[in-house]
């Protein structure tokens, strides 16, 4: 599971450096730093592909089942590069298109390794919610403030996390407003985000008592299935055990 959730978390900081470069204008030593991060990751992602693939027994059945981790490890940044680096401009529609689907590639695999986190306390609602309140609150703030939408998604999203850098300021009342909405939905997604932590990793930690639980009592059975050749200290032992089990419960 832990796992899952680091290969979840890779795949969502790509996301969230292609929407940044797509959407504001970052300095040239910002962006090589994200693509520093990007093809440190994008390896990790390929390392691991790899490895799971030599190891499974069935290979065709493992690309079958893995195909999004198989698309998040096409090396479309090179592609970006050579293009940029020839200054294509005509092919700039092209490869914003690549990125976006880079973006749902990603996304999906962000879903799927966190599918388990994502049911607890029904959070996935939860984030599809403020992700729609956020996109709102950007096309109100673009149109109230005369803004363009980049720099008011920008601000919607540090609004609702509560940083608030102050670099636009709601000069309208309508504006006052939606900034006010955002603020009460973040804290409230904060707090919803701190409760599915918690109750994810009790959840997880009670499974991997009773997973242990359960197997202690599966061996005791298949012993007592040759009963006849269990000797009474054995017999006593599997009582100590089962004793314990049973305490630990109380």
């Known amino acids: 599971m832990k796992y899952d959730m680091f290969m979840g978390t890779l795949a969502i900081i790509v996301v969230v450096l292609i929407i940044s470069g797509m959407l504001i204008s970052i300095p040239d030593k910002i962006l090589r730093i994200f693509e520093i991060i990007d093809t440190v990751i994008w390896i990790i992602f390929c390392i691991d592909y790899f490895i799971r693939l030599l190891i499974s027994k069935d290979k065709i059945k493992f690309m079958k089942n893995n195909i999004i981790d198989l698309l998040s490890i096409i090396p479309l940044n090179s592609l970006f590069k050579t293009l940029r680096i020839a200054r294509l401009v005509k092919f700039t529609r092209i490869i914003n298109i690549f990125k976006g689907t880079r973006m749902l590639v990603l996304i999906s695999k962000f879903q799927y390794r966190t599918r388990e986190f994502l049911r607890t306390n029904n959070f996935a609602y939860g984030v599809y919610f403020v992700a729609i309140i956020i996109i709102l609150g950007s096309i109100g703030i673009s149109l109230m403030e005369d ?86 200290e054995e017999l006593k032992d599997m009582f100590n055990v089962l004793k314990v089990l049973k305490d630990n419960e109380e």
């Open 147 to 232: 803004i363009s939408f980049s720099n008011a998604l920008w601000w919607s999203f540090v609004t609702a996390t509560t940083v608030g850098y102050g670099d636009v300021i709601p000069k309208t009342l309508g504006g006052r407003i939606i900034a006010v909405f955002l603020m009460i939905v973040g804290i409230g997604f904060v707090g919803l985000l701190t409760a599915t932590i918690a109750t994810f990793f009790l959840t997880n930690s009670k499974k991997q008592k009773n997973t242990y639980k359960n197997d202690i009592i599966d061996n005791i059975k298949i012993r007592l299935d040759d009963f006849d050749s269990i000797t009474k």
